[in-house]
């Protein structure tokens, strides 16, 4: 069974930063496709950041370009996401995701992420 546990989350001010971790027990690692997904209140669940454990699969969402880099420990299992110079529109949950995939290609495909976290606030204050 796919656990996955987030950590990291909090409050800042416009400008700052913050790195997720998130916890994997997945096997092998290299097999999955991991990701980054956020739900601000009262809006949909959009794709933030993706990898792929054997490498590869790497997707940054266009409002995150540039501020945010995803990064992963292989051998802890763990996901990272950077978030610098933060802005308050990326507060919102985020959650950890992944989905087992033969390729890293499937990491491009939302449908792949099959197991979720359950969520760390981001709350970013003007």
């Known amino acids: 069974q796919v656990q996955l546990m987030e950590s990291g989350g909090g409050s800042v001010q416009a400008g700052g930063s913050l790195r997720l971790s998130c916890a994997a027990s997945?096997?092998?690692?290299?097999?999955?496709?991991m990701g980054w997904f956020r739900q601000p209140p009262g809006k949909e669940r959009e794709r933030v950041a993706t990898?792929?454990?054997?490498?590869?699969?790497?997707y940054l969402a266009d409002s995150v370009k540039g501020r945010f880099t995803i990064s992963q420990d292989n051998a802890r299992k763990t996901l990272y996401l950077q978030m610098d110079t933060l802005k308050p529109e990326d507060s919102a949950m985020y959650y950890c995701?992944?989905?087992?995939?033969?390729?890293?290609?499937?990491?491009?495909?939302?449908?792949?992420?099959?197991?979720w976290g359950q969520g760390t606030q981001v709350t970013v204050s003007s």
């Open positions: 997945v096997y092998p690692y290299s097999r999955y496709c």
């Open positions: 990898v792929y454990g054997g490498g590869g699969g790497e």
């Open positions: 995701a992944a989905g087992y995939a033969a390729l890293g290609v499937a990491c491009y495909n939302p449908r792949t992420y099959i197991s």
